[in-house]
């Protein structure tokens, strides 16, 4: 059995959550898509980062300060978004939210949150922004964003590759359902379309088949004409693109 004060570092978390969640559950948060090959490269990554350490330094005051669009955080780390944090604990994203803030950093909250915007702002101060998925519905995402605006998140992060969700061979095997006492509540009571009721999927896969895979650079100047709050676009992973992508600012 494994203690909470026994952990030194990250990866004993992974082998906590192993222990403690249902597999299903598990393997929606460790797993990746097909072979897995992109997140083994994205853990390999890391790896080849080398320190070049300096001696004779006085290193007895170290600061880690950065800023992120001007908001000033306490290091160069922040939270991503990832979803059906309640499929964990039952505060889920609420409780992700007031420890990034005791941390002095930035949570960025995802679109298929089990907490909605409101109840996230509701936990008190801290630097926020707000993951979105354009879907086949804009009303509905332009909803999204104003309720984020109102909520006091700071930018929207725009996620743009993702036009189709990977094939998750691991959530097909354990036929993946978001649990029946949580929803996505940040789209309670917007509609997005009939869900067929013979689908066995879930409410989760029937709203990740809503995304448009016509997403493409005029979304992103709509998006522009909709909010006042900076955006972030997330996901490009090419120098072309981003290229592209500052020619266009």
Known sequence: MTYISEITNVMEYEALAKEKLPKMVYDYYASGAEDQWTLQE????????????????????????????????????????????????????????????????IMTLS???????????????????????????????????????????????????????????????????????????????LYIGKMDKTDDSGLASYVANQIDRSLNWKDVKWLQTITSLPILVKGVLTAEDGSKLLSKE
């Not at 990832?82 to 994203?93: I, L």
Request: net charge positive.
């Open 42 to 105: 994205n853990r390999n990554a890391f790896s080849r980062i080398l320190f070049r350490p300096r001696i004779l330094r006085d290193v007895s005051k170290i600061d880690m300060t950065t800023t992120v669009l001007g908001f000033n955080i306490s290091m160069p780390i922040m939270i991503a978004p990832t979803a059906f944090q309640k499929m964990a604990h039952p505060e889920g994203e609420c409780a992700t939210a007031r420890a990034a803030s005791a941390a002095g950093t």
């Open 111 to 189: 679109s298929w949150a089990t907490s909605s915007v409101e109840e996230v702002s509701s936990t008190g101060p801290g630097i926020r922004f707000f993951q979105l998925y354009v879907t086949k519905h804009r009303n509905v995402d332009a909803q999204l964003v104003k309720r984020a605006e109102r909520a006091g998140f700071k930018a929207i992060a725009l996620t743009v590759d993702t036009p189709r969700l990977g094939r998750r061979e691991a959530d097909i095997k354990n036929r993946f359902v978001l649990p029946p006492h949580l929803t996505l509540k940040n789209y309670e009571g």
